[in-house]
């Protein structure tokens, strides 16, 4: 049976302010082990995403000081949308033609969730035989690297 995106997405939506800065974001990512902050306006109204990619190339390949850079300056926006009666081939899709990682799953523009990359492992895990080479593989990619893993990556 097809599941539609709004019975796998995260309902935990992690947010940060358009005057915010990188640094808080870099820190709030961390601290909610999160790839991505849904960036809200002052009516918490969703108009744009920051993800680990944005703060990487708008703030470290410069070597600039994270405090510095606005978090309005370096969102990407508008933000990638779904309904979340939408199907997981159709999230994939949308996902692949705009090029993103993140989707935020709307309903008459009220943000409901995000989809991202771990869910759909999520879900291909619950529906694939783990026996599959393939599906070791991705389960194997979608766990935590090891410390030692880690420093050597």
């Known amino acids: 049976m097809v599941k539609s995106i709004g019975e796998i997405m995260t ?3 992690e947010t940060i302010g358009l005057e915010d800065n990188a640094q808080e974001a870099a820190r709030k990512m961390k601290h909610k082990n999160v790839s991505s902050l849904v960036v809200v306006d ?3 109204q969703a108009v744009g995403i920051v993800t680990e990619r944005d703060l990487v190339r708008e703030v470290c390949v410069q070597d600039a000081s994270s405090n510095q850079h606005i978090i309005k300056n370096i969102m990407s926006s508008p933000i990638v949308t779904i309904d979340p009666n939408s199907s997981v081939e159709t999230a994939a899709n949308v996902m692949m033609q705009n090029k993103v990682r993140h ?3 709307v309903n008459e ?3 409901l969730g995000i989809i991202t990359a771990t ?3 999520d879900y291909l895990n619950q529906h694939l035989d783990l026996d599959d080479v393939n599906a070791r593989i991705l389960s194997a ?3 935590e ?3 030692s893993q880690s ?3």
Do not use: Q, Y
């Open 119 to 121: 869910n759909f492992v």
């Open 145 to 147: 690297p090891s410390e």
């Open 103 to 105: 989707l935020v799953v």
């Open 109 to 111: 523009k009220k943000t």
């Open 42 to 44: 002052k009516n918490d």
């Open 151 to 153: 420093a050597t990556s």
């Open 141 to 143: 990619l979608s766990e």
């Open 11 to 13: 309902t935990r939506i």
